[in-house]
């Protein structure tokens, strides 16, 4: 059974005024919290709608889910009543995987599709991981193991893993986050018909810039790269950089559109 509708959007603050929906899709053990800042740090053209996906924070007493492609079909039923105004999906590292594959799920379904797509952290879906295979895949590592993974990515502080209540409410959301990536079967479609800007860490020792270059296979619109200071989790130290890509784009595209038309 799909949650209910409104349980997907937390914390977004509408503004009548907006010219354009974002929403944003968290990363691996994230939540929509990650993104409650941009709210008021955004420009006012654009409405901030925080994504939350089942088992964290407002959710967490749902079972998270574990397969892409049943988060893509609960996504696209859960967000269309949002679809009726311009909007853009931004997803940082497994957010930009659903970012990506929940567009073409609504091109296919006919729907209003995105008006640009920004990809962060993520490599292009036909390249393939040259990380050294490993005896399990993350979601089924030992709990050290998987709490050495985190460290290396830079994105979970020693304190809260040190703390024993914390990480048993964050490790099944990792796993679980895990194991929506490593369903993931990349199927070759017609490049989609939105712009995409894809962002990287410099520091990011998972995701190069030659893996996100290739996104550009995915667009028959106009594409760019910007690769950040920082490493995996690089939106965190360089959010200020982040939101002026994602304004730059968004306002001068939308500063001579109607209210509520398409851009």
């Given at each position: 059974m799909i949650p209910p509708t409104k349980n997907w959007i937390?914390?977004?603050r509408p503004n009548p005024a907006a010219r354009v929906r974002l929403f944003c899709f968290p990363f691996a053990g994230g939540g929509a919290s990650t993104y409650y800042p941009w709210i008021s740090l955004l420009a006012p053209e654009i409405d901030v709608y925080p994504v939350q996906f089942p088992?964290?924070?407002?959710r967490v007493k749902e079972p998270p889910l574990r397969r892409l492609d049943g988060l893509i079909q609960a996504l696209a039923q859960a967000l269309q009543p949002y679809?009726?105004?311009p909007y853009a999906f931004f997803g940082h590292s497994m957010g930009a995987l659903v970012s990506f594959e929940l567009?073409?799920?609504l091109r296919q379904q006919g729907a209003r599709l995105p008006e640009h797509l920004f990809l962060s952290a993520y490599r292009s879906p036909e390249t393939p991981s040259d990380e050294p295979r490993q005896a399990l895949p993350e979601s089924a590592l030992s709990d050290s193991a998987l709490m050495k993974t985190l460290l290396e990515l830079d994105g979970t502080s020693p304190e809260i893993l040190a703390n024993e209540e914390l990480r048993q409410l964050l490790l099944p959301i990792l796993r679980a986050d895990f194991a929506v990536c490593e369903s993931y079967q990349f199927h070759a479609q017609e490049p989609l018909a939105c712009p995409i800007t894809v962002l990287g860490g410099q520091q990011d020792k998972r995701v190069q810039?030659?893996?996100l270059e290739t996104w550009r296979k995915q667009t028959s619109q106009?594409?760019?790269t910007h690769m950040l200071l920082g490493n995996h989790l690089f939106i965190r130290p360089a959010q200020a950089a982040v939101l002026q890509i994602i304004s730059q784009a968004l306002v001068t595209?939308?500063?001579?559109?109607?209210?509520g038309a398409s851009l």
């Open positions: 937390f914390g977004a088992g964290r924070e407002n679809f009726d105004m567009t073409r799920q810039q030659a893996k106009d594409f760019a595209k939308t500063a001579d559109v109607p209210l």
